[in-house]
C-alpha cells in the first residue's frame, strides 16, 4: 500500500489537467463486482483530442488508473506449528 494518500483531485490534474474551456467531466461511478472497490471514470478534452480514463479506490482510500488486485485465499504457516 501507498504511504501516502493520493487523491482524485490531484489525479484529474496530472492526467486531464482541466480548465475553464476544456473541463473534465465525470460520466460513470460504481462499484467493481471482484473486489467491491469505487471506481470513478471521467472525460476530458486535450489538445490532441477527448481522453476518458478510469480511476480506481486502493484500499488505503489513495486512487490510481490500476486496478486493485483482489485478495486470494492463502494459507499461514504458523496456524499448523505445534
Not at 37 to 44: H, I, S
Not at 48 to 63: A, C, E, K, M, N
Request: proline share 9%; charged share 15%.
Amino acid at each position: 500500500m501507498n504511504s501516502y494518500c493520493v487523491s482524485l483531485r490531484s489525479l484529474v490534474d496530472k492526467w486531464l489537467a482541466p480548465t475553464l474551456s476544456m473541463p473534465a467531466r465525470v460520466t460513470q461511478v460504481g462499484r467493481v463486482l471482484a473486489t467491491h472497490g469505487r471506481f470513478v471514470r471521467l472525460e476530458g478534452c486535450t489538445s490532441t483530442g477527448p481522453l476518458t480514463i478510469v480511476f480506481f479506490r486502493d484500499d488505503d482510500g489513495s486512487w490510481s488508473v490500476f486496478p486493485p488486485v483482489p485478495a486470494s485465499p492463502a494459507m499461514c504457516g504458523r496456524l499448523f506449528v505445534n
